[in-house]
């Protein structure tokens, strides 16, 4: 089981652009799914991002589709979150998740109940 932290979250004007990042501790992680949820005071959390172990699937939501990146570096233990074009919209406090690998991951990466480990969470918050 990974430990899961997240940091680089803020105060940003609209247009303006964070990266987020999560680190892990644990040698799993780097067999490990990963993905970014967020989620809005007094709403559901909702799927932003993800990727598979190797980098070589990733995914997003519609609302962040060509705005938002995800990577990871394996060897560093990290994934991340790049965030241009901010809206307000986009305010929410954001997580980071790890999944066991598994082949299911490629139907339910968008599902929270896909994920077993999860960060504490880092405020971003995006002004008009």
């Known amino acids: 089981q990974v430990q899961l932290v997240e940091s680089g979250g803020g105060l940003v004007q609209a247009g303006g652009s964070l990266r987020l990042s999560c680190t892990a501790s644990g040698r799993a992680f780097s067999r490990s799914a990963m993905g970014w949820f967020r989620q809005r005071p007094g709403k559901e959390r909702e799927f932003v991002a993800a990727?598979?172990?190797?980098?070589?699937?990733?995914y997003y939501a519609d609302s962040v589709k060509g705005r938002f990146t995800i990577s990871r570096d394996n060897a560093k233990n990290i994934v991340y979150l790049q965030m241009n074009s901010l809206k307000p919209e986009d305010t929410a406090v954001y997580c980071c998740?790890?999944?066991?690998?598994?082949?299911?991951?490629?139907?339910?990466?968008?599902?929270?109940?896909?994920?077993?480990?999860w960060g504490q969470g880092t405020q971003v918050t995006v002004s008009s």
């Open positions: 990727i598979n172990w190797s980098s070589t699937n990733t």
């Open positions: 998740a790890a999944d066991a690998f598994r082949s299911s991951w490629y139907r339910d990466y968008n599902s929270s109940d896909q994920y077993n480990a």
